[in-house]
RNA sequence: GUCCCCAUCGUCUAGCCAGGUCCAGGACACCGGCCUUUCACGCCGGCGACACGAGUUCAAAUCUCGUUGGGGACGCCA
């Protein structure tokens, strides 16, 4: 049998849209699931905005969330030929025809109908021209568009689309719609038509708002005898106010690159995505790869639009709070070792990275980085909250400072007494500082708290953290007793 | 103005097609509590929705109609 022909059809704007990310994650998946295959083709007609830098934004998009096409990319761009052809033929086969109206005239009717507050459609002029006057005006050298001829009477373009089930237009509400221009250069609803016969695709996954295109497409594909595909649209994502969102209003937020900056995994991102409009039919709401390919289905797409729930400037969430939970789920689960290449990255990023991380130290790196990654939502934290495990550059968080610090008066010079009790001890390790700790404290008649949570904040400048023992282990005993010393001289200045 | 589509907690959603097991389940967020040296995790608990109105039916979140609300499409853009 045919084998299932899906494609993802960007069109170059130099980042992946988190819409455009949906769609492109739906079509794979459904292509993976039924071992058919995915084409990538670049839509690029729109010459201006294509270029090269543009068209590598959307590739390198696709790359880092890991969807993975099997022909293409095709250009859009090399195939003008055949839609100009095809536009052409479609008037020798009665299915459509020159329109010699200009620009001004259809402007002007359009303005007068909405100032009128009635429908506007083309009004059919040219399609009564005869033989001779369609002549006399190519012969003037009059421009001229090609536009479908939309059947006539009572009938309707009947569809089956597999997320909204049965749609239907009427004939006589589907305006004569241009498919070549007086230019000579095609249209996107013929082009993509074009395009989709000739890629043999069997299945179009895209956007509601491709609902409206979808009548006209059918008639040019029945006009040209060319075996319908399946149609599927599925919901939009709306901004909180319900309205398109858009790297023009919404900013990074809405590009792929934005998450990739911010340390998301790439399958975090993809998780949280594909639950934007669909749902398994049970409560899973992880799911690895293989399980997602298995459990995707257009039955679970959800008709209604959904909320990107991102909030602007809020002093939380830098996005939708949904997809930071499921980041921070699986950077806190998923094996350390698939997770340490990750923050190599980022903490060469920062300059933060030492080779022994990868030789004499891997041990200890891996022990730190599942230490810490337990309170990180993002990879980025890795080098800011996580930054003193790896470098003596820090700075103290206010926040810390002010509630374990600055209330004590003496605390420089406990934890100068500190540092000297962990300088004397034989060895080093978690059991006798935790014992050392809890011995000053109880000298110096002040609750063990006091100590554990000034040491927290000098040591590693931040409020959050695992238990503290656990953390002077992974900072080891030279730096800990550098910093508390040092604190112990400086205090506060 | 015309046409198309949609409607369950703040958000993502289950349930709807095959009406009763739903005074509506889960997740995120939020609020309490437990745990604890901090924070987080974890655990326990709370808040919180079937847009409205008719109809069909013994019975409606589920079926029908209407109202309201929302979205989309109506380009010589893609």
């Not at 190519?138 to 049965?166: C, L, M, S, W």
């Not at 909180?240 to 998301?264: C, D, L, M, W």
Request: charged fraction near 25%; include cysteine.
């Amino acid at each position: 049998m045919s084998e299932i022909r899906l494609r993802f059809p960007p069109s170059p704007t130099g980042y992946l849209h988190i819409g455009g990310a949906r769609t492109a994650i739906y079509n794979w998946l459904y292509a993976r699931k039924h071992n058919g295959k995915l084409i990538l083709r670049i839509e690029d007609t729109d010459v201006e905005r294509s270029t090269k830098e543009s068209i590598a934004g959307i590739i390198d998009g696709l790359n880092w969330l890991g969807i993975d096409w099997d022909e293409g990319p095709y250009y859009q761009s090399d195939h003008i030929k055949e839609h100009i052809e095809t536009a052409h033929k479609l008037v020798t086969a009665g299915h459509a025809y020159k329109c010699f109206c200009s620009k001004e005239e259809l402007d002007a009717k359009r303005q007068d109908a909405v100032a009128a507050k009635k429908t506007y459609m083309y009004d059919r002029t040219c399609l009564h021209l005869s033989a001779a006057e369609i002549a006399a005006r190519e012969n003037q050298g009059t421009p001229h568009v090609i536009r479908f001829k939309v059947p006539d009477g009572d009938g309707a373009v009947v569809f089956e689309d597999k997320v909204y089930g049965r749609i239907e237009r009427k004939y006589r509400d589907i305006e004569d719609f241009v498919i070549l221009r007086s230019n000579g250069t095609p249209l996107y609803l013929l082009s993509n038509v074009v395009d989709d016969i000739r890629d043999r695709i069997t299945h179009i996954i895209r956007g509601q708002d491709g609902l409206g295109n979808t009548p006209r497409q059918i008639l040019i594909y029945e006009a040209l005898a060319a075996p319908l595909p399946v149609f599927a649209h599925m919901s939009l994502t709306l901004d909180p106010q319900k309205a398109k969102i858009s790297k023009r209003s919404h900013g990074e937020v809405v590009t792929v690159q934005f998450y990739r900056e911010n340390g998301f995994l790439p399958w975090a991102l993809i998780n949280f995505l594909v639950l934007l409009g669909w749902s398994p039919a049970s409560d899973q709401e992880i799911f690895t790869r293989e399980e997602l390919v298995a459990s995707f289905s257009l039955e679970g797409m959800n008709k209604a639009n959904s909320i990107f729930n991102y909030q602007k400037d809020h002093p939380k969430f830098i996005t939708d709070p949904k997809a930071l939970s499921t980041n921070a789920h699986y950077l806190q689960t998923m094996p350390v070792a698939e997770l340490i290449p990750l923050v190599k990255d980022v903490l060469q990023g920062e300059d933060l990275w030492d080779e022994s991380y990868e030789n004499d130290r891997q041990a200890w790196f891996s022990t730190t980085v599942d230490l810490i990654r337990s309170r990180f939502h993002v990879l980025t934290d890795f080098a800011r909250a996580g930054r003193a495990y790896f470098s003596d550059d820090y700075v103290m968080d206010p926040k810390p400072v002010k509630k374990n610090l600055a209330k004590h008066e003496k605390i420089p010079e406990w934890l100068g007494l500190l540092a000297q009790r962990y300088e004397s001890l034989p060895e080093f390790n978690k059991e006798e500082a935790e014992r050392v700790t809890r011995e000053l404290a109880d000298e110096l008649a002040i609750k063990p708290g006091i100590l554990i949570n000034g040491t927290r904040t000098v040591v590693t400048g931040q409020a959050a953290g695992a238990g503290l023992f656990d953390v002077l282990m992974a900072i080891g005993r030279d730096r800990v007793i550098a910093r508390l010393q040092k604190f112990s001289r400086e205090g506060l200045s």
